[in-house]
């Protein structure tokens, strides 16, 4: 009797222990590409959406500061420009039973900030990081009269002189 076996079936007796460190080494390399690359996806998402709060932070301090502002200007009944930087407003009814308020409206260019006070007892900081801070009337004549329009008010959040924003304000009760 001659022993005839085949050699697929001692092949597939022999079970199978593991990987192979060639297997074990590419599966890690494939694996850690993998997590650099998805840790990078994810950190420039949250990198973009905190971007994206600043500016909206930012966006609203800039409106806030414009809106007092246009609500004390609009109604002021005189103006003193005592720099580029600082002026005085006297706003009719804002006081103790309806008198009249004096609201000073001032930059800090130390402290970055932009201070809104008034003899009225408030004094509160309506800004921060303020690298620029600047007030230019708009002045015409009438007859003989030198008249005040507007005023252009310049402010900028950010050290890029580039990024100035410009807001005029209609004043309407200023002779």
């Not at 301090?61 to 003193?80: G, I, K, P």
């Not at 201070?115 to 009225?120: E, I, L, T």
């Not at 309506?126 to 329009?149: H, K, Q, S, W």
Request: charged letters at 20%; a negative charge.
């Amino acid at each position: 009797m001659a022993c005839n076996f085949d050699i697929r079936v001692l092949s597939s007796v022999r079970k199978r222990q593991g990987f192979s460190l060639a297997e074990l080494v590419i599966s890690l390399f494939i694996i850690s590409v993998l997590s650099v690359t998805v840790g990078m996806a994810m950190y420039r998402s949250q990198h973009k959406a905190s971007r994206s709060r600043d500016s909206l932070t930012q966006l609203r301090n800039q409106n806030y500061v414009f809106q007092r502002m246009e609500t004390d200007l609009r109604f002021a009944s005189s103006l003193m420009f005592v720099s580029i930087n600082e002026f005085d407003a006297i706003v009719p009814g804002l006081g103790v039973e309806g008198a009249d308020v004096m609201v000073t409206y001032s930059w800090d260019s130390e402290a970055l900030t932009v201070r809104r006070q008034s003899n009225a007892g408030s004094d509160e900081i309506i800004a921060t990081n303020v690298y620029c801070f600047e007030i230019y009337p708009d002045m015409f004549m009438e007859g003989e009269e030198v008249r005040l329009n507007g005023i252009e008010v310049t402010i900028r959040f950010d050290i890029d002189a580039s990024k100035n924003l410009h807001r005029y304000i209609t004043t309407m009760n200023i002779d």
